[in-house]
């Protein structure tokens, strides 16, 4: 019979079917946990690994600073904006710029004494440092410490070299510490050779000129090999202070820093002293060139010059679109301005290449470019895009317009000569300068349409919109406003002048010429008519006393209170501005646009047109041949007798007149 229950099967000595003995002991503590793995301990950073991680990450970082920002050429580099000689269109000096820079030497080709002067006076210690001179900036310490100030300096060739070829002149700490940084990134990488050889290509000898090649030719007209122990004494101590002791302008002073570098050079041993004593001090053989370096011409054409051309040691040779005989008849045209009053000239081709320019009476006086820096009212000279926009929109030189007062916002605008025709065509508005019949045409045609005829013809001066636009109150340029008007005579626009003759390349694409060119004015609708109402402006209106012998066109402008005078027309192939004022504003008196501009203009274009070579080009209107008449009354602005507002006129009578006085007496006796 089977237990009921297993343990009473176990006996005394068995438990759970298990011996006794082979029981945990119950009294036992309980068994450890298992073991976990073991965590492996965390690096730690000594400090000095640290500090050398930084060091290490400082240097890399250095290096690539310096790779980027000091290349070891540089100095050797040609200067970014060298100097540029200016010539004429065919080919005659006019204006230099610039400073100069000449190919690098080499220390190891000149004749020893030439380095060897300029280590004695600027570096004794430049073959020993390693880019800094503790004793010699020790010594500049103590010696400005003494004066009270900076008489000294401790640089050395090596940090002269860093601080002039890749750092600014700004005196600072940071700067300081940047040009101890590269002179020791110098001197690792260079030979003291090589350190010489860009220290004296580069250093400034004055007067704009860089490098010892270019000093060696500027001031005694010899290559630096085969410069005298005199003369590289003299250059050696110009660098210390290039403006006192340029030899040309400060001679004495310029000789006595020579002596001392000749006896900083017997102190070194170079020379000696016997030597130093008995060397004549050098004498600079004049090299400098009588080119003006500003004209009121080249100061325009500078900045378009500069990126003409990529950089270059010595001067860089730049044709400009300048004539030199037309640039003579403007300044001879010019001086003709009323006393005590401005003026200036500007004379164009009708594409826009600039072949004059006056920008004032005396360019040494008043560099201020009148011409093209000036922004003054143009007067009726702005009449030409009010009636541009006309022709545009339907109107042409035989539409009628009312020549009556007008009022408009409170505003009522005057004819200068106080007279009202009532109904008359646009021609004759147009040739009497009429201000009420302009703003009522103005208004019809929308002032919007006026500017966008300004814009579109090269105006980028900001224009009010208001009723007083119709009669020029919004300040241009003379050089932009002739360079609308030179649209007009080309019949295409925007006509962009320039200093510059056009680039070859553009003129072999004829698809790069064509997406310049803008736009082309309609010729039955818009050139032939605006043709029309400027030949009669100039040969039968206001501007009368312009006219040449040959098809004349242009119009006249004067401000309110008579404070600036204008001409604008063009003949032949030149479009010339003249504008008349002050510089303080104040008024011209009885002087008009009709009168002293337009003077100056035909002064200026009679033999203009005589000796310019170039075609005159074909416009789509032929100018009628001019008629003597008799002017009717109030269509004359000055006040000398009809027939003698024309000096050859006058000339003629006189001439007649004691013809038949001398005549009569010669056939009496």
């Known amino acids: 019979m089977e237990a009921e229950h297993p343990f009473e099967t176990d006996g005394p000595w068995r438990r759970g079917g298990l011996d006794i003995e082979q029981l945990p002991d119950p009294f036992a503590p309980p068994p450890p946990p298992p073991p976990a793995e073991e965590a492996k301990p965390r690096r730690r950073w000594k400090r000095w690994q640290i500090v050398g991680s930084a060091i290490g990450a400082l240097f890399l970082v250095t290096i690539l600073w310096l790779v980027i920002t000091a290349p070891l050429g540089r100095a050797l580099e040609p200067l970014r904006n060298p100097a540029m000689l200016l010539v004429s269109e065919e080919g005659r000096p006019i204006a230099l710029r610039g400073a100069i820079k000449e190919a690098p030497v080499d220390a190891a080709k000149l004749n020893p004494q030439t380095p060897a002067a300029f280590i004695a006076i600027e570096d004794r210690r430049f073959r020993s440092h390693w880019g800094i001179d503790v004793h010699a900036i020790g010594r500049a310490a103590l010696a400005n410490l003494r004066a009270g100030g900076v008489k000294q300096g ?108 000749l006896q900083e050079m017997a102190d070194t041993r170079v020379i ?90 005396d360019y040494a006086a008043s560099p201020f470019n009148r011409a093209v820096q000036a922004r003054r009212q143009p007067g009726s000279a702005f009449k030409l895009f009010v009636y541009l926009a006309a022709m545009r929109a339907g109107y042409t030189p035989d539409s009628l317009v009312e020549d009556r007062p007008v009022t408009i916002g409170g505003w009522s605008p005057k004819n200068s000569d106080g007279v009202y025709r009532g109904q008359i065509t646009l021609r004759e508005a147009f040739a009497r300068s009429s201000n009420a019949a302009t703003v009522r045409l103005a208004e019809k045609v929308g002032r919007g349409n006026v500017i966008r005829a300004a814009r579109d013809l090269g105006i980028a001066s900001p224009l009010d919109d208001k009723p007083s636009l119709a009669l020029g109150t919004s300040g241009v340029s ?119 501009p337009a003077q100056i203009w035909r002064a200026f274009m009679a033999p203009a047109i005589a000796i310019d070579r170039q075609a005159y080009p074909a416009l789509p209107w032929r100018a009628p041949q001019p008629q003597p008449s008799e002017p009717t009354p109030g269509d004359w602005q000055s006040p000398l007798p009809p027939g003698f507002d024309d000096p050859d006129k006058v000339l003629r009578k006189v001439g007649d007149f004691l013809d038949q006085l001398f005549g009569d007496e010669r056939r009496g006796r």
Do not use: C
């Open 154 to 261: 401790g640089s050395t060739i090596t940090q002269q070299l860093a601080k002039t070829s890749f750092l600014s002149s700004n005196r600072s700490m940071k700067r300081k510490a940047q040009e101890v940084i590269i002179a020791f990134w110098l001197e690792a990488w260079l030979s003291k050779d090589e350190i010489l050889s860009r220290y004296l290509s580069s250093v400034y000898f004055g007067d704009g000129v860089y490098g010892l090649r270019a000093a060696a030719h500027h001031y005694f007209g010899r290559e630096p090999e085969k410069l005298t122990l005199a003369q590289s004494a003299m250059l050696a101590g110009i660098v210390n202070a290039p403006s006192r002791l340029d030899p040309y302008d400060h001679l004495a002073a310029a000789q006595a820093r020579g002596r001392l570098v």
């Open 272 to 361: 000696s002293l016997a030597r130093a004593r008995a060397t004549p001090s050098a004498r600079p053989i004049p090299q400098r060139s009588h080119i003006p370096s500003g004209t009121y011409f080249a100061d325009w054409v500078a900045p378009q010059a500069q990126g003409a051309f990529e950089s270059d040691y010595g001067q860089v040779k730049v044709r400009t679109t300048l004539d030199s005989d037309l640039q003579r008849l403007a300044t001879r045209a010019i001086a003709g301005a009323p006393a005590g009053s401005q003026a200036a000239l500007v004379a164009m081709r009708p594409d826009g290449r600039v072949v004059a320019m006056v920008g004032g009476r």
């Open 478 to 596: 003379l050089l932009e406003l002739t360079g609308a008007y030179a649209a007009l005579a080309s019949g295409h626009y925007p006509v962009a002048p320039t200093g510059l003759p056009p680039d070859s390349k553009a003129e072999e694409s004829g698809f790069t010429q064509w997406l310049g060119r803008g736009g082309t004015l309609d010729r039955g609708r818009d050139w032939a008519p605006m043709l029309d109402l400027l030949w009669s402006a100039a040969n039968q209106g206001t501007g009368r006393r312009a006219a040449l012998s040959i098809a004349t066109f242009g119009k006249t402008g004067t401000t309110q209170d008579n404070r600036d005078a204008l001409f604008v027309g063009f003949a032949g192939d030149l479009v010339v501005g003249v504008w008349v004022g002050r510089d303080d504003n104040s008024s011209l008196g009885a002087v008009t646009g009709g009168s002293a």
